[in-house]
Every structure is written in C-alpha cells, then in structure tokens.
C-alpha cells in the first residue's frame, strides 16, 4: 500500500477573506472578549477589536498604504500586532513578519528583499534598539518611506486619524478583495543562507487557522494562550486566525516567551488552550513552582514547531491536565499547518505521531532520489498539496520551482514514514540523516529513546565527520538538576543492548540550552560545526565524499 493520504472534505473551507471573517465573527460574537494583553491588562470584545482594526486600516490608507503595498511589522506579541495583522488584510495589502532578532543586516535585506513602504515597529524590545537600527539602514532602504514605532504620538495620531475618518473606502476596498490575494511574507528561518519570504493568501492563512481550530474543537467559550511569536505562523495565524475563526479568545501571556508568566496567564485567564514548541512546555514544566498553578481549565493545545518528545508530551497530559492536547506538523510554506493529531487518537498516536492529513489536503511520502511514493512504513520525503502551499517564495521564482513541483507538490526536506493507518511520523530532516558506514541513522529515534533516561531532560542528536566510518553519532544532552554528570560511556552503557550498535551515540556533550532560532528550532548546523571545532575533527571534515 502506498504512502499517499488525502484529507476529509466533509467540511467545506471558508471563501472569504481575513476582514470579511473577523466581521462576521463579530456579527455573531460581538460582545464576546476577543483579546487580552497580560503585561498592560488591556482588553477588546469582538466589536471593540473590530473597531480599532478598522480605525488601524483607515489611519494606514491615510498614509498612502494601499491594496498590494507591502507593510512591514517588527516588533514582539502585543496587541498592536493583532491590529495590524487585520488591518492590512482589510486593506489588501501583504503584511511582512520581520523576526524580533533580527539585528541591521538581516532587516536591511527583508526590507530591500520585500520592498516595504510602511514599517510599523516596537521602539526597542529586549537589548535591542529598533529606532537605532531602522535608522541605520533607512537610507539603503529606498522603498521604505515611513516608519510608525509603536507608542510614539505618530502611532496615535494614525490610530485618531482612522477613528475620525470615513469608513466608505474601507468597504469599498473589501468588496474588490479575493480569497487567493497575497496578505502575507513571512521569512524562512534562514539558518543556511539568506531568508527566503513565503508568500501567503487569505485562503492559505485563514482556512489553516479554522482547521487548526477544528481539530482542537474550538468555540467561542475558548480562551487560547498563545505564548508562540506573532512573526511566525504559529502565532498569527494557528493562534490569531483559530481564535478568530471561531469567536475564541486571544490571550497574549507576554511580548517574549517567558513560563512563569504563561502559567500565570493561564491560571488567571481561565485558559482552555496552550500553545508552544517542545522547549516551551519543558520549561514550564520545569518550573520549580509548577505545581502551584491552577491549570485545571486547560482542556487542548498544541505542540508544534519542531520534533515532540514522547516523553513530554505525556508529561503535558497527565501534569497539565491537557487532555486534548494535539500535535501539529508543518512549515511556513504550508501555512503551516499539514497533519495534526485528533482528540479522540490514542494516547500512543497522540503522542508519538504528527497525525493524519488536514482537511482539504493531500499528502505522499517519496523516494527522496526517484520521486516514487515509497510503501507504508518505509521512509521518504514529506510532500504535501493543496490550499495551504504558499504562492511562491517573494521575487524568486527559480528557490519557488525547486520547492513546489510542477504538479503542486511542496517538498518539504523532512524524512517522514506513514504507517497503515494514515498515521505520519517525522523521523528527521534529508540533511540531518547520518550515514554511519552506510547505515542511514534517523537522530529523532535516538533522541526519543535518550528521552526514557531519567536524568535526561533534553536531547538533541547530529552527526560529525568520522575518518572510518564517514560519520559518527553525537549526543548533546540536558540533564535534570541535580544530576549525576554523565559522560559518554554512561550513556554508551544506558543504550548498550536497547539500540543498534551503529545508532549509540560516540560522544556526549552536556548543555544547559541549545542553539536555536526564535521559533524553538534546533540549529543543528551550529551544533555541528562547534563539535568539529571542540572534538578536533577539522581533518575529518575535510575529506571529500562522493
């Protein structure tokens, strides 16, 4: 049987734009509260929220902002984001997510790459100064005529300036907008390379919010903690648009992830979901005064962002009361989302799979060489199709065509296996396989096995360059407090007989944090180069393979 799934059309998709949907959720849902911002108290029903978004469209059209410009958005989760997410949607205009960390380099090349008119900004956020940075590559930035940061009296004067204008040409504006319009650029991470910008519709974002929501049985009576970055889809799109979709609450915890602040949101909030990647959920578990919140409305949530450790996700359920809790799996390009877990899966499935395919989408698993779609069981590359796969990355159709196929198939770079059930499981990128004296060795299985030692909080596995057998195993590993040290034969002894010789991890660091990008990921790339730098493996590095 082969590797290919398509998903459920039972449920039609939603035809209509981003600001024709926050309208008719407010039509319905109007009194409701739409928003919370912990760190200032702040808080919008439907109709306020509404409101506001459309002064916020209206002050940007006084601006000169118009259907197809590009506005760009630099700042942590805050309510403002949420404004202008809705607002250049209503207005047709293909807001640009530009990654809080970002120093000048990287935001000179997004706001030349975008060709960003409009930059709307924090005016500093953690140890980084945005007014000095924008001023510093403004003048090689010839698109970009006007920057609002966030709180100044130019911020107001937009917000008053649309409070008091005519609403007409908003509607007018609405009534010329498509489904398939491009709303949004958002930056690959770009951990090799210069970040590439997926372009997305309203049809892309929207239905990925609303089948989100779906498969975590969201209603207005949700309240959706969402401590994940508004820049990424996780955020603005799983979190904001599977609100919004279905009349739940937005609840931003704080402007950067910080755990005790997203137990306290909520604990005091009433939470029913909770988002995060891996690393979130083990932090917050990690607390030492974990146990002292009152997390008993939780009912769902989603992990998602990268790989799930078994192990925590059990932890989620059982110690956090998250029943319901689902696993989603995707990447920017797929809006994100393309499989996720059911409520009503096993704990096993719910725990050690992605799920099953999305409504209203195909997925295969191919021959990373040959492109044929591999038999159930057997690994290959993720593919997927449908409504959610991007429009193409920005400006460069050459990196779109070797991404999507000609027949519309996103190859997606991660190794996945799909068992008889339609149940899909990630086993580890194309590029992060190691071949170890040609064995292929998939690190997320050792990793999940390392998971079951007591003292192992975290681990991540790469490979290194090895003179005999091409490549050799290394763990990077995070120990509970108060551990013994472990050292490698500890751990060669631990996994001596549970796993394959050729799958035992050679060397072992320990670490009190990992490499990583905003979002959560591993940046298995930097792992790697600072093991050749500390093992003395430089003349294994340089042999040449075929």
């Given at each position: 049987?082969?590797?290919?799934?398509?998903?459920?059309?039972?449920?039609?998709?939603?035809?209509?734009?981003?600001?024709?949907?926050?309208?008719?959720?407010?039509?319905?849902?109007?009194?409701?509260?739409?928003?919370?911002?912990?760190?200032?108290?702040?808080?919008?029903?439907?109709?306020?929220?509404?409101?506001?978004?459309?002064?916020?469209?209206?002050?940007?059209?006084?601006?000169?902002?118009?259907?197809?410009?590009?506005?760009?958005?630099?700042?942590?989760?805050?309510?403002?984001?949420?404004?202008?997410?809705?607002?250049?949607?209503?207005?047709?205009?293909i807001?640009?997510?530009?990654?809080?960390?970002?120093?000048?380099?990287?935001?000179?090349?997004?706001?030349?790459?975008?060709?960003?008119?409009?930059?709307?900004?924090?005016?500093?956020?953690?140890?980084?100064?945005?007014?000095?940075?924008?001023?510093?590559?403004?003048?090689?930035?010839p698109?970009?005529?006007?920057?609002?940061?966030?709180?100044?009296?130019?911020?107001?004067?937009?917000?008053?300036?649309?409070?008091?204008?005519?609403?007409?040409?908003?509607?007018?504006?609405?009534?010329?907008?498509?489904?398939?319009?491009?709303?949004?650029?958002?930056?690959?991470?770009?951990?090799?390379?210069?970040?590439?910008?997926?372009?997305?519709?309203?049809?892309?974002?929207?239905?990925?919010?609303?089948?989100?929501?779906?498969?975590?049985g969201?209603?207005?009576?949700?309240?959706?903690?969402?401590?994940?970055?508004?820049?990424?889809?996780?955020?603005?799109?799983?979190?904001n648009?599977?609100?919004?979709?279905?009349?739940?609450?937005?609840?931003?915890?704080?402007?950067?992830?910080?755990?005790?602040?997203?137990?306290?949101?909520?604990?005091?909030?009433?939470?029913?979901?909770l988002?995060?990647v891996?690393?979130?959920?083990?932090?917050?578990?990690?607390?030492?005064?974990f146990?002292?919140?009152?997390?008993?409305?939780?009912?769902?949530?989603?992990?998602?962002?990268?790989?799930?450790?078994?192990?925590?996700?059990?932890?989620?359920?059982?110690?956090?009361?998250?029943?319901?809790v689902?696993?989603?799996?995707?990447?920017?390009?797929?809006?994100?989302?393309?499989?996720?877990?059911?409520?009503?899966?096993?704990?096993?499935?719910?725990?050690?799979?992605?799920?099953?395919?999305h409504?209203?989408?195909?997925?295969?698993?191919?021959?990373?060489?040959?492109?044929?779609?591999?038999?159930?069981?057997?690994?290959?590359?993720?593919?997927?199709?449908?409504?959610?796969?991007?429009?193409?990355?920005?400006?460069?159709?050459?990196?779109?065509?070797?991404?999507?196929?000609?027949?519309?198939?996103?190859?997606?770079?991660?190794?996945?296996?799909?068992?008889?059930?339609?149940?899909?499981?990630?086993?580890?990128?194309?590029?992060d396989?190691?071949?170890?004296?040609?064995?292929?060795?998939?690190?997320?299985?050792?990793?999940?096995?390392?998971?079951?030692?007591?003292?192992v909080?975290?681990?991540?596995?790469?490979?290194?360059?090895?003179?005999r057998?091409?490549?050799?195993?290394?763990?990077?590993?995070?120990?509970?407090?108060?551990?013994?040290?472990?050292?490698?034969?500890?751990?060669?002894?631990?996994?001596?007989?549970?796993?394959?010789?050729y799958?035992?991890?050679?060397?072992?660091?320990?670490?009190?944090?990992?490499?990583?990008?905003?979002?959560?990921?591993?940046?298995?790339?930097?792992?790697?180069?600072?093991s050749?730098?500390?093992?003395?493996?430089?003349?294994?590095?340089?042999?040449?393979?075929?």
């Amino acid at each position: 049987m082969e590797s290919y799934a398509a998903g459920s059309t039972a449920t039609p998709m939603l035809d209509e734009t981003i600001g024709a949907n926050l309208d008719r959720a407010t039509a319905r849902v109007g009194d409701r509260e739409a928003l919370v911002e912990c760190a200032t108290g702040r808080r919008w029903t439907y109709r306020e929220l509404r409101a506001d978004v459309d002064a916020c469209a209206l002050g940007l059209h006084a601006l000169g902002v118009r259907t197809g410009d590009r506005v760009g958005i630099w700042a942590p989760n805050c309510a403002e984001w949420v404004l202008v997410q809705f607002a250049t949607a209503k207005l047709g205009a293909i807001l640009v997510n530009i990654n809080p960390a970002y120093r000048t380099h990287e935001l000179a090349y997004v706001l030349k790459q975008a060709g960003i008119s409009v930059l709307v900004s924090s005016p500093e956020f953690r140890t980084s100064d945005y007014r000095a940075m924008v001023e510093e590559v403004a003048g090689d930035c010839p698109d970009l005529r006007e920057t609002v940061f966030l709180g100044d009296p130019a911020w107001d004067a937009l917000m008053a300036t649309g409070h008091a204008a005519d609403p007409a040409p908003l509607h007018e504006i609405g009534g010329g907008l498509t489904p398939d319009d491009p709303i949004n650029i958002q930056y690959t991470s770009g951990t090799t390379g210069f970040p590439k910008g997926a372009t997305l519709s309203h049809r892309n974002l929207l239905n990925n919010g609303y089948f989100v929501g779906e498969g975590c049985g969201y209603t207005e009576e949700d309240r959706i903690c969402i401590p994940v970055p508004y820049y990424h889809c996780f955020g603005m799109g799983m979190g904001n648009l599977g609100a919004v979709t279905h009349g739940a609450t937005m609840v931003i915890p704080a402007p950067g992830f910080d755990p005790a602040l997203t137990l306290r949101a909520v604990q005091d909030e009433r939470c029913t979901s909770l988002y995060g990647v891996p690393t979130m959920f083990i932090a917050e578990l990690g607390l030492p005064d974990f146990a002292d919140y009152d997390l008993s409305t939780l009912r769902t949530g989603i992990m998602a962002g990268s790989p799930c450790p078994v192990e925590v996700m059990k932890r989620v359920v059982s110690e956090m009361g998250m029943s319901e809790v689902t696993i989603c799996y995707g990447m920017t390009e797929t809006s994100p989302v393309s499989t996720q877990t059911g409520a009503d899966d096993d704990l096993d499935r719910r725990t050690a799979t992605v799920g099953r395919v999305h409504p209203h989408l195909e997925v295969k698993i191919v021959d990373p060489v040959t492109g044929a779609t591999v038999q159930r069981g057997e690994p290959g590359e993720f593919c997927t199709r449908g409504y959610s796969v991007m429009r193409g990355y920005w400006n460069e159709p050459d990196k779109t065509a070797e991404a999507i196929d000609a027949e519309g198939w996103m190859h997606t770079g991660d190794l996945a296996t799909m068992d008889e059930h339609g149940y899909l499981n990630i086993v580890g990128r194309i590029k992060d396989m190691v071949i170890r004296g040609g064995e292929n060795v998939y690190p997320r299985e050792i990793e999940e096995f390392l998971y079951t030692h007591p003292d192992v909080v975290d681990a991540q596995v790469i490979g290194v360059p090895d003179e005999r057998y091409g490549e050799e195993l290394m763990a990077w590993v995070r120990l509970r407090p108060g551990a013994e040290p472990m050292t490698a034969e500890s751990l060669r002894a631990y996994c001596s007989g549970r796993l394959a010789h050729y799958k035992i991890p050679r060397y072992v660091k320990l670490v009190d944090e990992f490499p990583m990008t905003v979002t959560g990921k591993i940046r298995k790339m930097d792992m790697r180069q600072t093991s050749i730098d500390e093992l003395g493996l430089r003349s294994a590095a340089a042999i040449r393979n075929a």
